[in-house]
């Protein structure tokens, strides 16, 4: 049913810290591989190998640059995968009752038996969280890893989403935001943990940490912090290099 | 917004054929026996032939009846039931009306209502859309339900109504275009609210994820084809709307100018529904820094 529930028992989801990422695309990567080979349709590729590949993807990273005027510019790497929304628009317009979101855990599915690949959903998502792939005409989206954090069968360390696991950084954490003492809800506390685009009124569960502030750099003379350290400790060279100084001086 | 052939047909034909089916139903014009066979027949032609081009762009259309499940809380879900709704009333009353000559008149108003309905749902497919902002618009379900009728009345040579709602149609259309144009800044969504990171300074887009496009890219940050949307506004207003207004003020009309007229209307019909389309941004197009 695309009826969404009144309140989840709980609310899993990443933060995701931009101070920390380096946008290495790990996560990238290992979401592709273990979503392709496991629950749902693989995520297929076109022309993979000519000259306009494109294909689906769970998880994108974007790069952006920050700049403020008199100052150098700043790099930010921001991956970008499905929020799972509170308030999540892309459910409730769904046709055929193939997108829910989950009472126990809040995650947001897709049902791809019931899946019309009609786009709708994709539409009404503002972060670009859903792709249909082009093969199998059903709609694809991060399923939060659901086969990997219940799976019994994988050692307990695994039991996390798999962008969260390989990201060699630690810039994704994975938890739960409904219980106020999880590693997520603390770091998220402490360091002002943002909804994108807030103004859209889809309470995204995942948070992104912002960058923190870099020293205030004024000048180009400002950036070379280890100049003083670099100076020239003797103006005048003695001994032996002193007196090859004096006689190169004199040719 | 990327636009698709399937759905600017959808929305177009089967707009115009719930339209004259309403006015059908109202009994504008009474017809019996061959001569409403005739205009059932080129209304249910329109109306289904939009609903069928509608299922060509879904990746899985064999499963399409599931979409009838949702009703409760999806327009799309709506849109489809009423629509089969309104085929099927309207289909009666058409039967009764051709080969019995028995015109039932409540059927007939109930089969109107449903057709304006199927139609407000089509238009609120698009008008709930926030990640829209020109289509997320009260003037939405108003030019739908206006391009309907005023095409509906056109081809029911209802002539005199027509002429009323083809101003109504032109004045609201040049409106929502206005309106449409300021609606992404007014929303106030910029690539600093998409990434949060405006208090940080001005933001650009420094590398996109992938070096080629995406599906995201492909269907919803379609910025090809607005070069000339002046152009084709104008083309657009004078064909579905001002050539039709004056020629029905002021000339003489018989079976084939109307016909003409008819033909003019659906083509800047069609140029209006491509621009409603290909004009509208999508946010996620922050994210890749263009709209």
Redesign the interface.
Same mark, same amino acid.
Do not use: S
């Given at each position: 049913? +695309?009826?969404l529930p009144t309140s989840t028992a709980k609310k899993l989801g990443l933060v995701i810290d931009?101070d920390i990422c380096v946008g290495c695309h790990a996560c990238?990567i290992n979401c592709k591989e273990w979503n392709t080979s496991n629950y749902g349709a693989p995520l297929s590729d076109q022309d993979a190998y000519g000259e306009?590949? +494109?294909?689906?993807?769970l998880n994108?990273?974007?790069?952006?640059? @920050?700049?403020?005027p008199q100052?150098p510019a700043?790099? @930010?790497h921001?991956p970008?995968s499905c929020l799972h929304c509170e308030d999540a628009?892309c459910v409730?317009?769904?046709? +055929? %009752?193939?997108s829910y979101k989950r009472e126990e855990d809040g995650i947001v599915l897709v049902n791809e038996s019931?899946?019309?690949?009609?786009?709708?959903c994709?539409?009404?998502?503002?972060?670009?969280a859903r792709?249909?792939? @082009?093969k199998?005409?059903?709609?694809k989206k991060c399923t939060l890893c659901v086969d990997r954090i219940y799976n019994e069968n994988l050692p307990e360390i695994d039991r996390e989403p798999a962008c969260v696991r390989t990201c060699p950084a630690n810039a994704r954490h994975f938890g739960d935001f409904a219980d106020p003492e999880s590693d997520v809800s603390r770091m998220s506390a402490e360091r002002g943990g943002?909804?994108?685009?807030?103004?859209? %009124?889809t309470k995204p569960v995942n948070r992104?940490l912002?960058?923190r502030p870099k020293a205030d750099i004024q000048t180009d003379s400002d950036i070379n912090i280890l100049a003083p350290f670099l100076e020239p400790v003797s103006e005048t060279p003695k001994g032996l290099l002193g007196w090859l100084d004096k006689a190169l001086e004199a040719i | 917004m990327h636009p698709a052939a399937s759905v600017i047909i959808f929305t177009a034909l089967s707009g115009l054929g719930f339209g004259l089916l309403t006015f059908l139903g109202l009994g504008q014009p009474t017809v019996t026996g061959w001569s409403a066979f005739a205009f059932f027949f080129i209304a249910f032609a329109l109306a289904v032939g939009g609903l069928i081009a509608s299922t060509f762009h879904l990746g899985n259309p064999q499963r399409a009846m599931k979409a009838f499940s949702q009703w409760r809380t999806s327009w799309l879900s709506r849109e489809g039931v009423i629509a089969v709704a309104a085929l099927l009333v309207m289909g009666l009353y058409a039967a009764l009306l051709i080969f019995a000559d028995i015109r039932i008149i409540p059927l007939g108003w109930l089969g109107s209502a449903l057709c304006i309905a199927a139609v407000f749902c089509t238009s609120m497919i698009y008008a709930q859309l926030k990640t829209v902002p020109r289509w997320n618009m009260p003037t939405t379900p108003v030019l739908f339900l206006l391009y309907a009728l005023s095409g509906g009345a056109l081809l029911a040579a209802q002539l005199h109504i027509a002429f009323f709602l083809l101003i109504a149609l032109t004045l609201i259309q040049v409106l929502s275009w206005m309106r449409g144009d300021v609606s992404f800044a007014v929303a106030g969504h910029t690539i600093e609210t998409a990434t949060g990171l405006g208090h940080l300074g001005k933001v650009r887009l420094l590398e996109s994820p992938h070096s080629g496009e995406n599906y995201l890219t492909r269907e919803m940050v379609h910025v090809i084809g607005r070069k000339h949307a002046v152009k084709l506004r104008i083309i657009a207003a004078v064909c579905f709307g001002l050539i039709p207004i004056v020629v029905l003020a002021g000339f003489e009309l018989n079976h084939y100018s109307v016909v003409l007229i008819i033909l003019l209307h659906i083509f800047g019909l069609f140029i209006s529904r491509w621009l409603f389309f290909a004009q509208a941004e999508h946010v996620v197009g922050l994210y890749y820094d263009k709209r």
């Open positions: 049913m +695309t009826a931009l990238v306009n590949p +494109t294909g689906t993807f994108r990273i974007h790069t952006y640059e @920050v700049k403020q100052k700043q790099t @930010v921001f970008k628009p409730t317009v769904c046709p +055929t %009752g193939a019931d899946c019309i690949g009609c786009g709708l994709a539409w009404a998502c503002p972060y670009g792709e249909l792939d @082009v199998e005409g059903v709609m943002m909804r994108l685009m807030a103004e859209q %009124g992104y912002p960058p | -």
